[in-house]
């Protein structure tokens, strides 16, 4: 009678899950895992990074910047490992680096000060936005479990050239449109282009002889979409009634 | 910015395609229209135009000289100053494509290279563009060969999975660790939270808290953990265990460092299971009945992984369903059955006449007594909508209670 609830088994967390399933598909692909520093300097978080000296970025009120310690930041991105992976690998590099990021605004329920992110860099002589296309195409589908288009469409992010927006098609309503897409059959996923020459150059990496892309996906958005979650605040709220879900 | 359909309309000679392909165009080829609203005959575009493009489309000019270009339609007049930027940029045919993952033939990017209103000059496959003054975004290659890149289309650039690498990937020592970590915990019966990297107490602040109790990073995992404990708790009848048993694995920071730390809650010998499972001694602090060592350190005593990653359990799609915000109600309900009935045979009944208030349940009792067996259970009554009564409850109970009875030699006690 004792070991009625005994024997049973915990549950991970859903970010974990997600992180695990990430890496699984991407591994396939021939990416490694790559991690780095959550606390980081202006230079690997921004400088580096092809940002402005005076790019918004940088400001106060979106980025947390750490008292009595010089030049340093909360990493408002897991971008940060970009450089200090290429500082010490030469190409060909398939990377994805899932981890913690912070950007300091008001909190709701699809904002969060903490929230997870990875991302994926891929530098050798022939990689293109065409392989960044497949690449991402590959990893909507296996991760959603359905087929998907994908679309792109031109952003701007300082650290790629050229920047794309990447949207699937609504995984959920198959493009008839529905909540999850605000009816328009088509839901923003990602930031993502070419990465910028000055990027590699600042990596250590000959910017004429090699080329690649990156991308950076937030995870709690893609927890949102998989899982239905209304409040992405549950995911750190070490909560049971909502980590035993998964 | 905001720029109208009309005043748009009024540089081109052609007529300009519908609003909507318009936007279509803009969103597909430059920058986003982020909406369309209709207003007195007109339609006003709401949009959204990336920084680096500031300078030359912050006005129906600048929109007006971007259409041309995409929707190639010459406009009435030039609306740039006709002056050139100082900067010539030298850009071939086969780094576009090789860029791009594409096949532009050289005609191709030369009609585009006019549809910008860009000049240039032909040098063998080569391309010596000099921008418009107003361009003060294009300074190098790469910036020529985004702008063929969008005007071309990227809906007309394939997708390519790339060639499988030479070898495969390396394992990431910590990772394997952590998720081997991880997985071990759960299959003993411990689950996972994440709890909040800011604290209203540290060792490193924050200029500009978001909050302010929230100036200070995490020095260790305890506190949080603990406060996951003390709300677990509260909520043990909702959560189909006994016990609360969790843990986290993630980084806190002290003066001089970023660390990654485990943290544990101590219940039984875990933490003796745990070293023997690795093959390793792991010290610790025990504190408030939190176990937490440093994660980096014990990584550096573990042999460098010579496996892949665990693989993963296929699992079944999972839709979550939001926490209700009101209280939960507790009853406990025992009955004498046959022998032969098995407790989920009384489960079935209970659940049919208890409606989806009945939230959890849990057996806590079962004895045999000749020919009958008495199964005891906890039930757990919560709404999504509002705070349930005593009387709601008891409706229920009653008719549970009813609908035992009911089957030939069950009794409830």
Redesign the interface.
């Known amino acids: 009678?004792d070991d009625?609830?005994?024997?049973?088994?915990?549950?991970?967390?859903p970010?974990?899950?997600m992180i695990?399933?990430i890496?699984?598909i991407f591994?396939d692909?021939?990416?490694?895992?790559?991690?780095g520093?959550?606390?980081d300097s202006e230079h690997y978080n921004f400088d580096a990074l092809n940002f402005e000296k005076d790019h918004p970025a940088r400001a106060?009120?979106d980025t947390?910047?750490?008292?009595?310690?010089e030049s340093t930041v909360?990493r408002t991105h897991t971008s940060n490992v970009q450089i200090r992976y290429m500082e010490n690998n030469k190409p060909?590099i398939?990377i994805i680096v899932p981890g913690?990021v912070?950007r300091?605004?008001?909190?709701d329920a699809t904002h969060e000060?903490?929230f997870y992110q990875f991302e994926g860099l891929?530098v050798d002589e022939?990689?293109?936005?065409?392989?960044l296309?497949?690449?991402l195409?590959?990893f909507l589908e296996k991760f959603f479990?359905k087929d998907v288009e994908?679309?792109?469409?031109?952003?701007?992010f300082p650290f790629v050239?050229?920047?794309?927006?990447v949207d699937m098609s609504c995984f959920s309503c198959e493009g008839k449109g529905c909540s999850i897409c605000k009816s328009t059959g088509w839901i923003e996923v990602l930031g993502a282009g070419?990465v910028?020459?000055n990027v590699l150059k600042a990596g250590g990496i000959d910017s004429e002889k090699y080329?690649g892309f990156a991308f950076g996906v937030g995870i709690d958005r893609l927890a949102m979409l998989k899982?239905?979650?209304?409040d992405v605040r549950?995911?750190?709220?070490?909560?049971?009634?909502?980590?035993?879900?998964? | 910015m905001e720029a109208s359909y009309n005043k748009l309309q009024e540089y081109f000679e052609d007529k300009l395609p519908s609003p909507e392909k318009v936007a279509e165009a803009l969103t597909f080829h430059s920058y986003e229209v982020e909406g369309i609203e209709e207003k007195d005959g007109d339609y006003i575009f709401d949009i959204d135009v990336l920084p680096n493009r500031a300078p030359d489309s912050s006005d129906e000019k600048g929109v007006a000289k971007e259409l041309s270009a995409v929707l190639d339609m010459s406009l009435k007049e030039d609306v740039f100053s006709g002056k050139l930027s100082e900067i010539k940029i030298t850009v071939s045919v086969s780094q576009i494509n090789k860029l791009l993952g594409a096949d532009i033939s050289a005609g191709e990017v030369e009609d585009i290279l006019k549809r910008l209103g860009f000049e240039y000059e032909v040098s063998g496959e080569e391309f010596v563009v000099n921008p418009p003054l107003e361009r003060t975004d294009l300074k190098i290659k790469i910036d020529i060969i985004e702008e063929v890149g969008r005007i071309y289309g990227y809906e007309n650039i394939e997708a390519i999975l790339p060639s499988k690498s030479e070898k495969a990937p390396k394992i990431n020592k910590k990772f394997y660790y952590v998720s081997k970590i991880k997985n071990f915990l759960v299959k003993e019966g411990f689950s996972e939270v994440y709890t909040y990297t800011f604290r209203d107490s540290g060792e490193v602040e924050m200029i500009k808290p978001f909050a302010s109790d929230k100036n200070f990073l995490r020095t260790d995992l305890r506190g949080g953990l603990l406060r996951s404990l003390e709300q677990n708790t509260k909520n043990l009848p909702l959560l189909s265990c006994d016990e609360v048993k969790i843990f986290e694995i993630g980084n806190v920071f002290n003066k001089d460092k970023e660390y990654t730390s485990l943290g544990i809650t101590d219940s039984g010998d875990i933490v003796n299971k745990l070293s023997e499972f690795l093959g390793v001694e792991i010290k610790g602090d025990t504190e408030d009945n939190i176990f937490e060592t440093n994660f980096d350190e014990l990584l550096e005593k573990l042999p460098e992984p010579e496996d892949e990653y665990e693989k993963l359990e296929k699992k079944e799609s999972i839709t979550y369903s939001s926490i209700s915000p009101y209280p939960f109600m507790l009853r406990d309900i025992a009955v004498w059955v046959p022998s032969d009935v098995t407790s989920d045979d009384v489960l079935e009944v209970v659940k049919k006449e208890s409606t989806e208030l009945l939230v959890n349940t849990k057996l806590f009792d079962e004895f045999k007594k000749d020919d009958k067996i008495s199964y005891a259970f906890n039930l757990v009554f919560q709404s999504q909508e509002k705070t349930l009564s005593d009387e709601e409850v008891n409706k229920i109970m009653d008719s549970v209670t009813e609908a035992l009875n009911s089957n030939s030699n069950w009794e409830v006690r």
């Open positions: 009678m009625l609830n005994k024997n049973k088994k915990g549950h991970l967390h970010m974990t899950q695990n399933e890496n699984s591994s692909m021939g990416f490694e895992f790559a991690d520093p959550e606390m106060m009120q947390f910047w750490v008292k009595d310690k909360m060909p398939r913690k912070f300091n605004e008001a909190t000060a903490q891929m022939t990689t293109t936005l065409g392989t296309k497949g690449v195409k590959t479990s994908i679309r792109l469409r031109p952003s701007y050239e050229p920047g794309i927006e070419m910028h020459p080329q899982y239905g979650i209304d549950l995911l750190y709220q070490g909560d049971l009634r909502f980590v035993n879900q998964f």
